[in-house]
């Protein structure tokens, strides 16, 4: 097997993964924080510009690594400012992420896998079956080609001031995966980003959840959309397994001992599905014992879908009838809608190992004759 196809891709590895590299190369483990500096702070991909590393190793570096972040195949701009792009993966799959620019800030919404493998009915992602996981370099590099193509500093400031997990796939069914990449975003030598501007968004796996409190130091949130086991279990799968009652424990101790700390539940409003006032003073009850904030996403359709989105008037009473019982909800604002960039609507191109898509679209040809 030729060199080209053993190097290693440096974008899998964060700074333990790339001391551990040098050293077993014979160079001096600190060569590790000059790289990470290069490639995160400065977005070189190119051995030969890292001028503070010695000649001999700019030399020895590409014959046995490389740092080969995922291929743009698409990139389109919403009108309100929103970009989405299509990214290129061995083996013909494709992922999408998403950057929302915002006054004084900018959020990147990555994704974990291509597709998902829960099954979430009110999802396009889920819609599209399940191929596989991401590496950790699939998944950086996202962060990477965003920062880059952005510029890292804007005016003296970031562009990328957010990170979210919230794109394509469940983060936390690939955890070795995703916890380098995490460490990268929050490490200083990386992307330098604060605890509280890295998300994981969880469907509520809880043990996962427990594990990452112990590893990385990110802000939760967690994918609501019912708030009772019945309706919720018909949302999202996943209910099953970890019940209401349970991810609900999970969350009080991910932000036991944490200052001000709270988790943020998403919740889908869909019409007649899960907006009524019964729905609201449920939710409110429920979430009452848990330190949080609710953030009220207006459904976005996608083709073959049976959900409709929440009138405004019904999205105004939900939000008014959770603050009143104390809750503190924002409703998301939709971006990127016209370009299918909005919460939900991500689809990429997925080769589907679990046939989902494939009994989907039979279910609708049979439903249409």
């Given amino acids: 097997m030729s060199a080209e196809f053993t190097r290693i891709n440096l974008l899998d590895l964060d700074e333990t993964g790339l ?88 959020t990147l919404c990555v994704s974990s896998q291509v597709g998902c493998a829960l099954n979430c009915g009110f999802c396009s992602t889920g819609a599209q079956g399940f191929s596989r996981n991401l590496s950790t370099a699939e998944i950086i590099g996202q962060v990477w080609l965003a920062a880059k193509a952005l510029g890292h500093e804007r005016n003296g400031q970031r562009a990328i001031t957010n990170v979210v997990m919230m794109g394509m796939g469940e983060p936390l069914l690939n955890y070795d995966a995703v916890l380098p990449a995490l460490r990268l975003m929050r490490d200083d030598l990386g992307f330098g980003l604060a605890a509280k501007r890295v998300t994981v968004s969880t469907a509520g796996m809880v043990p996962g959840i427990a594990q990452l409190r112990e590893d990385v130091d990110v802000a939760l949130a ?60 449920m939710l409110v009850k429920l979430l009452r014992t848990v330190p949080s904030k609710l953030n009220l996403i207006p459904f ?70």
């Fill in 222 to 281: 967690v994918s609501l959309h019912a708030p009772d086991d019945k309706l919720r279990t018909e949302l999202v799968p996943l209910n099953r397994k970890y019940p209401i009652k349970t991810l609900m424990q999970a969350c009080r101790d991910y932000v036991a001992g944490r200052n001000k700390r709270s988790v943020t539940f998403e919740y889908t409003l869909m019409q007649d599905i899960n907006d009524g006032p019964k729905h609201a003073r």
């Fill in 19 to 106: 001391r551990a590299f040098f050293t077993s190369l014979g160079e001096k483990p600190y060569r590790a924080q000059q790289l990470l500096k290069w490639i995160y702070h400065h977005q070189v991909d190119e051995f030969e510009a890292m001028t503070d590393l010695g000649k001999e190793l700019r030399a020895k570096l590409p014959l046995v690594a490389e740092i080969r972040p995922p291929e743009v195949l698409h990139r389109q701009v919403s009108d309100d400012g929103t970009v989405k792009w299509l990214l290129g993966l061995p083996g013909g799959n494709a992922v999408e992420m998403v950057f929302i620019p915002e006054p004084g800030r900018g």
């Fill in 300 to 369: 976005n359709p996608y083709p073959g879908t049976r959900y409709r989105c929440s009138s405004p008037e019904r999205i105004q009473a939900f939000q008014e009838i959770v603050m009143a019982g104390g809750l503190i909800a924002t409703v998301r604002k939709t971006r990127g809608e016209d370009i299918d960039a909005a919460c939900g609507q991500l689809v990429g191109k997925v080769r589907d190992r679990t046939r989902r898509s494939e009994r989907l679209r039979a279910q609708a040809a049979e439903f249409q004759e």
